[in-house]
């Protein structure tokens, strides 16, 4: 890899670095010996000429995003190396496995790797990158994924971020067929990565799903923002009596009923509707035992933070009023500037707001194969809760 600029940091900003957090923003920076461009690697040094790290450059807020703090630039294998450790911490925790053959192989941050996605989908590596870096260096590490993976690699596809519902997306090698089918706990499921949301399906819910098999049994369940159905899919697996899907997107529905179908489960069990989430709490009282309450990001960044609590509280209250005594909601945020501490205290404002008693049965969060490196901690963004309503 070339390397042409020198980026230098201010007196004291080197701090940061030194504890291997992977961002530098602008700010921090006193002056750069060269002209790089969006994407290009540079070598971080101090305000006394050492050598802190190399990584990403992007004009903006986080202007170097930092992928190795080693002295020495990093050598052809990098890619390799760091695909494979990895895959390595994957297959230690048992992913993939006989009953599970998707899951995330890089999680940005958590893998030393900031601003890369790679998600594998039975044989398909999906490729996204959410830094003009990752997306200049998309060829090196197309080579790696194949040297790491060999054989087992079918096709790898890769998906510009900024560019999701399009079909903009190009194969770096192979090609694969969508809706393609993956095996999760034994469950099966079609993922569309060409026009899916993110790499096609959400990986990060899978330890969570799995969880309200444990509450399904004979119950009537209501699963709010379905996506394709996966909370759907698992509680109908372990024994619900009936199960509800509902989703303002047509198509997300639509895929709903395919994941359904695929499953092999009665449509009797089970029905969709499309329709808001709020508008179709609203008459659903002592209906439901089980309501699962996973909505999209509602902020995105921290101007939207205020706007999203008062949605948050207004989807938990609401759900919370609706149950039946003595039932169980799994409630969730996916927005990263949201921390645990104040998802937590908005689900007990919309618990005061709703007059229930309820008990917290789990805390939840992403699983291992999404990492959070301890010196990011804003790598942890989903959170979640199972609540006991009285």
């Known amino acids: 890899m070339e390397i042409n600029t020198i980026v230098f940091l201010k007196a004291g900003r080197e701090f940061s670095v030194q504890r291997y957090h992977p961002w530098i923003f602008s700010g921090a920076i006193q002056k750069m010996e060269g002209e790089p461009k969006d994407g290009d690697w540079v070598e971080v040094k101090d305000s006394k ?3 802190l790290a190399y990584g990403h450059y992007q004009k903006g807020s986080i202007t170097i995003r930092v992928l190795s703090f080693e002295n020495d630039k990093p050598g052809a ?13 994957r297959t230690n925790t048992d992913i993939p496995n006989e009953y599970t053959n ?6 940005a941050e958590g893998d ?7 998600d594998i989908y039975n044989g ?7 830094s003009a870096g990752m997306q200049a260096d998309r060829e090196e590490i197309s080579n790696a994924l194949k040297i790491v993976f060999k054989e087992s690699l079918h096709a790898i596809y890769y998906k510009n971020a900024s560019k999701e519902g399009s079909k903009d997306g190009e ?33 990060d819910q899978r330890e969570n799903r799995n969880l309200l098999s444990v509450f399904s049994k004979g119950k009537k369940i209501l699963n709010t923002f379905c996506y394709t159905g996966g909370f759907s899919v698992y509680a109908l697996q372990a024994g619900a009596e009936v199960v509800h899907s509902v989703d303002a997107s047509e198509k997300a529905v639509a895929l709903t009923r395919k994941n359904i179908e695929l499953n092999g489960f009665d449509p009797i069990q089970h029905e969709c509707f499309t329709l808001d989430t709020f508008e179709f709490l609203k008459d659903k009282k002592d209906v439901y035992d089980v309501i699962i309450l996973d909505p999209p990001a509602f902020a995105k960044h921290k101007e939207a933070k205020h706007q999203a609590m008062k949605g948050y509280q207004r989807l938990n209250a609401e759900a919370m009023r609706t149950i039946k005594s003595g039932g169980i909601i799994f409630t969730f945020s996916c927005s990263q500037v949201v921390d ?19 008990k917290v049965l789990h805390h939840l969060s992403q699983p291992a194969d999404h990492p959070v490196s301890i010196f990011h901690s804003e790598g942890e963004y989903l959170k979640g809760l199972v609540l006991y309503i009285l």
């Not at 890619?79 to 390595?88: F, G, H, P, R, V």
């Not at 998707?102 to 999680?107: G, S, T, V």
Request: hydrophobic letters at 50%.
């Open 77 to 89: 294998e990098f890619w390799i190396n760091k695909i494979m450790a990895a895959y390595s911490l």
């Open 112 to 118: 030393g790797l900031p601003g890369l996605v790679i």
């Open 171 to 203: 194969y770096l090698f192979g090609m694969g067929v969508v809706p393609h089918i993956v095996s999760e706990h034994g469950n099966k499921f079609y993922v569309d990565w060409e026009l899916g949301q993110k790499t096609g399906f959400f990986l």
């Open 102 to 107: 998707c899951y995330r192989l890089i999680h």
């Open 340 to 358: 645990r501490q104040l998802f937590y205290d908005t689900v007990v404002s919309a618990a005061i707001q709703a007059g229930r008693q309820i």
């Open 124 to 130: 398909v590596a999906v490729v996204q990158a959410h």
């Open 49 to 51: 000429n050492k050598t």
